[in-house]
């Protein structure tokens, strides 16, 4: 028997469903997208009408892999396989959903994620309704698994449509209900407290259909699966067949499939911090001037546009480390991991090269003190990238993997076909379900400006 479908009822404030509400529907089963033309990611290919619904799943998935829930029992197949999180996403109700400002999307971030979670770990069929984005500009540790529920605006509008959705919605009497929200308002007050009359008329409204409602201001996304009771993620059929089948395979086929999988498994690649030559650490990516009096990068405040998107000038310089976690003895013996850095623009060329390209002196905060950035190792990349060309949005990948280094010939060759068709944002979209189906990777998204921008003190 394969994994039942699951759904997570969103609320999104300005929009418009088939059905005339303002509550989303998403669903997450093992029915995959008709059609994927575009290229996007088979996953959440089916939301890539809606730019914004697209990104906010594709921050979804990343954190609920980031949580690394494990597998059950032959489920642990899947991992091997490269493919986590089972399912696809979709939205049955959304065929005519218009209204809805990119920017609005990002509150459907948690119930995309808890979608992902409820299916993959088969958590009860109850009616669930959830709104809350998910951290986008964190930059985790190697063994940070905490994924931040920051909170949204119109909440009051939105617990308005819950309650109407519940009194004319066919939800079956006796019905019990959770309801998932950022624990803190935009204004850093609590929840619950902050809005406990719409609270209690939701509870009213729940009540006169004999139901219950749970309500659950969550400060992680990690709590929210604690709520639903989540195990691990369960194994699908394909799980069970391909373990039918390893289980009849000759040793030497077994073998050979093994190294085959272990050469493309998933890597843990993350974000790191810098230290200097002061000994202080500074977390990365961050933003640089090069000073060729000195040969050397000096660190600048952050910059950031509007909805918190990190902002690069012509002649900065982009800093960042990376280490990978899995530091086995198998790797070491093979000569650990080969990187290299992958630059995709909205409108600019794709720009292929390996992190030694990029290898600069790095001063401490005072510029008393300089740090030099080593040549690649078996496990971590440190580089300065300077930041070029026309305002526009970049994302800026470094790929991992195992065995042969990469051809980056190759690979600028094959990601410039796959996003020749693509757009603006969609070219970011394309790509990164490209290369993810090449190597593991780690990625951060900023926009190159001319002109001015926030920067912290």
């Given at each position: 028997m394969d994994l039942?479908?699951?759904?997570?009822?969103?609320?999104?404030?300005?929009?418009?469903?088939?059905?005339?509400?303002?509550?989303?529907?998403?669903?997450?089963?093992?029915?995959?997208?008709a059609h994927n033309r575009a290229g996007l990611d088979a996953q959440i290919a089916m939301l890539g009408d809606w730019g914004g619904l697209y990104q906010s799943a594709m921050t979804a998935c990343a954190a609920v892999r980031r949580l690394r829930l494990r597998p059950v029992g032959v489920g642990r197949l899947r991992a091997w396989r490269g493919s986590p999180l089972p399912g696809y996403v979709s939205i049955p109700n959304a065929t005519a959903l218009d209204g809805l400002d990119p920017s609005q999307s990002r509150s459907a971030e948690l119930g995309i994620a808890l979608a992902l979670v409820a299916y993959g770990g088969q958590a009860r069929p109850d009616v669930i309704f959830a709104t809350g984005q998910l951290e986008s500009r964190a930059r985790p540790s190697a063994e940070d698994r905490n994924v931040r529920v920051e909170p949204v605006a119109e909440i009051a509008t939105k617990l308005a449509e819950i309650r109407q959705y519940t009194e004319t919605a066919s939800i079956e009497r006796g019905s019990r209900i959770l309801l998932f929200l950022p624990a803190e308002t935009i204004d850093g007050r609590d929840t619950r407290a902050a809005h406990r009359d719409e609270l209690g008329r939701l509870a009213e409204a729940v009540s006169a259909k004999a139901g219950t409602?749970?309500?659950?201001?969550?400060?992680?996304?990690?709590?929210?699966?604690?709520?639903?009771?989540?195990?691990?993620?369960?194994?699908?059929?394909?799980?069970k067949v391909l373990a039918a089948s390893a289980a009849v395979a000759a040793t030497a086929a077994v073998l050979s499939i093994a190294w085959s999988l272990w050469l493309s498994a998933p890597i843990g690649i993350a974000f790191a911090e810098v230290m200097l030559s002061d000994g202080s650490r500074v977390s990365s990516p961050l933003r640089a001037v090069y000073e060729p009096q000195s040969a050397a990068y000096v660190m600048q405040p952050e910059c950031?546009?509007?909805?918190?998107?990190?902002?690069?000038r012509n002649g900065d310089g982009l800093v960042l480390r990376t280490v990978i976690r899995d530091q086995g003895v198998l790797v070491n013996v093979l000569g650990g991991y080969h990187h290299i850095?992958?630059?995709?623009?909205?409108?600019?060329?794709?720009?292929?090269?390996?992190?030694?390209?990029?290898?600069?002196?790095?001063?401490?905060?005072?510029?008393?003190?300089?740090?030099?950035?080593?040549?690649?190792?078996?496990?971590?990349?440190s580089v300065a990238v300077p930041i070029e060309g026309i305002p526009e949005r970049t994302k800026l990948f470094v790929l991992a993997k195992r065995g042969r280094p990469f051809d980056a010939d190759a690979l600028a060759t094959s990601t410039r076909n796959a996003i020749a068709n693509a757009k603006g944002v969609d070219r970011l979209n394309v790509a990164t379900t490209h290369l993810s189906r090449i190597a593991s990777y780690v990625d951060y998204t900023f926009r190159s400006t001319e002109g001015d921008v926030s920067c912290a003190p």
């Open positions: 039942s479908p699951r759904n997570i009822l969103v609320p999104l404030a300005g929009a418009r469903t088939a059905d005339g509400t303002a509550i989303i529907d998403v669903r997450v089963a093992d029915e995959p997208p409602l749970d309500i659950h201001p969550v400060a992680t996304l990690n709590d929210a699966v604690v709520t639903l009771g989540i195990r691990g993620i369960e194994p699908t059929r394909a799980d950031l546009g509007p909805q918190a998107m990190p902002h690069y850095l992958v630059a995709v623009s909205e409108r600019s060329d794709v720009v292929v090269v390996p992190p030694q390209s990029f290898a600069r002196p790095l001063p401490s905060r005072s510029g008393a003190q300089t740090f030099t950035p080593p040549p690649p190792g078996k496990w971590d990349v």
